[in-house]
């Protein structure tokens, strides 16, 4: 029954599926290297200039908006590899092609870098973070079946930072409705990485939907189990995830007993306190589930 159900909300799938937008220093910290700035040492000393700069450029950044000083910085590392190209043996390359196109990717220049990456990749297939980022911008570009490829490519060439890889090709699946095998590879992923929040994320996007069609109690209340699990992971990593917060404390207050289920009212409660503290009580929803909370504890004074 649960595969039927996740075949009818596979339709939906591109409503659950992560949005990727913006320069790649924006993901999370969770997204190692493949993701990541490169390193300069991993570099040749007349190349090393260029994620030099690009570092810089990251520290001078400040939020998902590229900064103009963090921006010139990006521009000076493009056009260097650009004259490194015109001036350095055709051995360097494949290595120029990808800093080009991580420069290019963090000034949202995706078509760009697009032909970049490929052209490093010509020269040197093996380049799994060209590869990765290729795939990453196929992804953006809703060329869902040349990204899906790319990454089951990643997959296969080795064991660097599979949950990632898992991850990006779920989301995938998800946008070309192949609910059941995102599922899987989610959890795949969630094993190789169990604190990785993202793929957390999107577990929990996914369960949601299959909730709102589950028809069987045991099915749902296996369903809100693995939800409220994986809530209370991305809850403990990042206590100011105001989303993840507030669904962790509305389903431990969902049918929970003020006798039988004292310890998990207490929880939502102190989720719910945490938060209301942290907005100055200007959080109108953190509030109310405060004192859904406190009236379920019988703190009818306190709320």
């Known amino acids: 029954m649960l595969g039927c159900k996740l075949k009818r909300w596979g339709a939906c799938g591109l409503l659950l599926a992560v949005a990727i937008s913006g320069p790649v220093s924006a993901d999370t910290s969770e997204m190692k290297s493949m993701a990541q700035l490169p390193d ?4 040749q000393t007349q190349i090393r200039a260029i994620p ?3 570092l810089a450029a990251e520290k001078l950044n400040r939020g998902k908006a590229l900064t103009a000083p963090a921006k010139g910085k ?3 590392a493009a056009a260097e590899a650009r004259r490194l190209l015109g001036t350095l043996s055709r051995g360097y390359h494949d ?7 991580v420069a290019q990717q963090q000034l949202g220049q995706s078509a760009d870098a697009l032909a970049s990456y490929e052209r490093s990749l010509a020269l040197r297939s093996n380049n799994q973070a060209a590869r990765f980022r290729r795939a990453e911008l196929l992804q953006q570009a809703n060329r869902l079946a040349e990204a899906d490829a790319e990454f089951r490519e990643l997959l296969w060439a080795g064991e660097d930072e599979k949950h990632l890889v898992l991850y990006r090709l779920a989301q995938v699946l998800i946008a070309q409705g192949k609910g059941e095998e995102a599922l899987k590879l989610s959890e795949q992923a969630r094993q190789q990485s169990p604190g990785f929040v993202p793929v957390l994320r999107l577990l929990v996007d996914i369960r949601k939907r299959q909730l709102e069609l589950a028809e069987n109690p045991t099915e749902k209340a296996h369903l809100e ?14 206590p100011t995830d105001r989303d993840a917060g507030l669904a962790l404390a509305r389903f431990l207050l969902q049918d929970s007993d003020p006798l039988l289920n004292a310890q998990r009212l207490a929880e939502a409660e102190a989720i719910a306190q945490r938060l209301a503290d942290a907005s ?3 959080d109108g929803e953190s509030v109310r589930v405060l004192f859904d909370a406190q009236v379920k504890r019988g703190k009818l004074s306190e709320a």
Do not use: H, K, R, T
């Open 280 to 282: 100055g009580f200007a």
């Open 225 to 238: 189990a693995q939800i409220a699990a994986d809530l209370a992971v991305i809850s403990a990593q990042d």
């Open 40 to 43: 300069p040492g991993a570099f």
């Open 74 to 76: 990006y521009s000076e």
């Open 95 to 101: 290595e120029l092609y990808f800093l080009l196109g």
């Open 52 to 54: 030099e700069l690009m």
